[in-house]
Antibody, heavy 114, light 109 residues
């Protein structure tokens, strides 16, 4: 069974770039026709779909975040990553990574504050 | 801006049946939107229940079922258990990009 674990800084300053990594265990990130997703959830609010990357490398992004988001894969490390630039307090949330949206990581809280 | 709408809250009695719906601001929901359903309990990550309208995961209890109903995606819980009290989210895909609904808080009372 695939398991996922998010990692990265818990505090990011406004205007900087948020960078998170999701490490995949129990399976290869490059096997099968999978896609790997990022989702976030501000405290007390609903889920927001950020984007996904296929094993082929093609991506889909939330149109409202597209200009600031990059999702990439590092097959050598069995990881995929999220970069969100020019962050503001509105980007403070728990960030989840997921495999095909079927298996989710436990989530990591990222706070944007000076 | 595409909006996906769910009932904010629903209440059901133990053993009862309840249907949650998921509507799209663009019109009728079809299988081409690949509706997904998720359950989230407080302090936990969401758990996938249904994908592509009606397909269950191996861990999805049999009492959960997905369908299309009256132009919406629907999640029906039959024989509700106390442990089904949770927030439920649907997700629809629009040309590759996903949009979550605002969630339905289901109370079992």
């Amino acid at each position: 069974q695939v398991q996922l674990q998010e990692s990265g800084p818990g505090l990011v300053k406004p205007s900087q770039t948020l960078s998170l990594t999701c490490t995949v265990s129990g399976g290869s990130i490059s096997s099968g026709s999978y896609y790997w997703s990022w989702i976030r959830q501000p405290a007390g609010k609903g889920l927001e779909w950020i984007g996904r990357i296929y094993t082929s490398g093609s991506t889909n992004y939330n149109p409202s975040l597209k200009s600031r988001v990059t999702i990439s894969v590092d097959t050598s490390k069995n990881q995929f990553s999220l970069k969100l630039s020019s962050v503001t307090a509105a980007d403070t949330a728990v960030y989840y990574c997921a495999s095909k949206l079927w298996v989710w990581g436990q989530g990591t809280l990222v706070t944007v504050s000076s | 801006q595409t909006v996906v709408t769910q009932e904010p809250s629903l209440t059901v009695s133990p053993g009862g049946t309840v249907t949650l719906t998921c509507a799209s601001s663009t019109g009728a929901v079809t299988s081409g939107y690949y509706p997904n359903w998720f359950q989230q309990k407080p302090g936990q990550a969401p758990r996938a229940l249904i994908y592509s309208t009606s397909n269950k995961h191996s861990w999805t209890p049999a009492r959960f079922s997905g369908s299309l109903l009256g132009g919406k995606a629907a999640l029906t819980l039959s024989g509700v258990q106390p442990e089904d009290e949770a927030e439920y989210y649907c997700l629809l895909y629009y040309g590759g990009a996903g949009v979550f609904g605002g969630g339905t808080k289901l109370t079992v009372l």
